[in-house]
């Protein structure tokens, strides 16, 4: 049983009416009348235990946009239903200060009759996302007392990742179409598949002039090539400790996920296959064997649960793993942190074994704020920061030349940025027959 704020009002003014009246008639004069409303209210409340409830509406919901869950109260009773109602999901499925007004719903059922309500939510994390109870108050007539209970109706909401450089898909697509000789734009790079012959313009690599056929006409022609297809590629997602940190908003690891949801798609398009690998210490999540249309959803459903593990990497027993994963020359895209210590210490000792074998990527976020600092100037603290931030930029450059001299290509950007750099550098090779 629950008494409502009315019934207070009233108890306070019974009260003052009391005061007016000394003894204890005036108190029963008050009192019973009182008491008597309130048991009549709550003999007229519909109860809460018999009321069946059932969910629907969205299962799954990219990060950042919002997902309508619906609750149907049936009221069996034979009394109407006037009820206040909250559906509790815990605090990361709403965005900030919409929790409250959001979870409450009042509502009115006729005895035997169903009602529909809706649930708006708007999840700040990604994985799976379950309400916790649905509270219902139901009151009688006179709103002086309330019935109030519980009931359990479970429900799974999945986050996924926000694929926000989905963006820049359509301009990759386009480039690779040109690549690949679809267009009548027909790449001067040289790939490894013999495409065609046409003539010699100025600015062609002399090394894709074809000799006997110019000696058969008048014009020098050249060899026009296509990038080979069914090529393979380990996305290989770091998510140890330093994956953890947070780039303005954004963990690491989000932007290194964002950056292979758009790697994937075009490596798709391509005609390449693509397997993904999630280690720290040990493997996280796992993608093998999936093409055409079951690609890209098995990757998403693979890292939608996936959170740093705030352990150091193993990179020995990491790079054992890719090894296992890449049988045949690949190309391995590994998604780290540039910091010194950790690339020295357990990287670099490594990356020989990888580099005999494949051709390695290693991307990775830079943070913006770094670039800010470095720019900083006229105050002394500002000072500071310009040269703190100067030395990390310098350790940073050591670290990538290093990796660089043992023929890895790094690639080091901003969040929004390392999306479209690492396709354009994925690309690029394409382009020039490294993949």
Request: net charge positive.
């Amino acid at each position: 049983m629950a008494l409502t704020g009315r019934t207070a009002l009233l108890a306070a003014l019974g009260a003052l009416v009391a005061g007016l009246r000394p003894g204890w008639t005036g108190i029963l004069a008050v009192a019973v009348p009182l008491l008597v409303g309130v048991l009549v209210d709550l003999a007229l409340a519909a109860p809460v235990r018999p009321l069946r409830l059932a969910r629907g509406g969205d299962t799954t919901v990219r990060l950042g946009d919002e997902a309508a869950v619906h609750l149907t109260v049936t009221n069996a009773s034979g009394r109407p239903l006037r009820a206040e109602l909250r559906d509790a999901w815990p605090p990361s499925a709403w965005r900030t200060g919409t929790a409250y007004a959001a979870s409450r719903h009042r509502l009115h059922v006729p005895a035997g009759e169903r009602r529909r309500i809706t649930t708006v939510l708007g999840p700040t994390r990604r994985g799976e996302h379950r309400p916790d109870r649905v509270t219902v108050r139901s009151h009688g007539p006179l709103g002086l007392a309330a019935r109030q209970g519980g009931h359990a109706v479970p429900w799974t909401l999945r986050v996924l990742p926000p694929f926000t450089s989905r963006k820049h898909l359509p301009a990759k697509l386009s480039r690779l179409r040109e690549l690949d000789g679809r267009t009548t734009v027909l790449t001067r790079g040289e790939g490894t598949e013999f495409d065609s012959l046409r003539e010699y313009v100025p600015g062609d690599d002399v090394r894709s002039i074809d000799w006997r056929a110019t000696a058969r006409q008048s014009a020098v022609a050249v060899r026009t090539w296509r990038p080979e297809r069914d090529r393979h590629l380990l996305l290989v997602l770091d998510t140890g400790r330093t994956s953890a940190g947070r780039v303005g908003d954004i963990p690491r690891l989000d932007v290194s996920m964002d950056a292979a949801l758009l790697l994937t798609a075009l490596a798709s398009g391509a005609g390449d296959r693509v397997d993904l690998l999630a280690f720290d210490r040990a493997v996280r999540a796992s993608v093998r064997g999936r093409t055409g249309g079951q690609l890209l959803p098995s990757v998403v459903s693979a890292l939608t649960p996936l959170e740093p593990a705030l352990i150091e990497t193993d990179a020995r027993a990491m790079a054992t793993a890719a090894l296992a994963g890449a049988p045949r020359r690949s190309l391995i895209v590994l998604f780290t942190s540039l910091d010194a210590a950790p690339v020295e210490t357990g990287l670099l000792p490594v990356l020989p074994r990888l580099t005999r074998r494949h051709t390695v990527v290693v991307a990775s976020v830079a943070d913006p704020r770094i670039a800010e600092m470095a720019r900083a100037r006229g105050t002394v603290p500002g000072v500071y920061e310009a040269a703190a931030a100067a030395s990390h930029q310098i350790e940073r450059q050591r670290t990538a030349e290093r990796l660089r001299a043992l023929g890895v290509t790094v690639v080091e950007a901003p969040p929004e940025l390392l999306p479209p750099a690492l396709a354009d550098a994925y690309l690029s090779l394409k382009a020039s027959g490294r993949l």
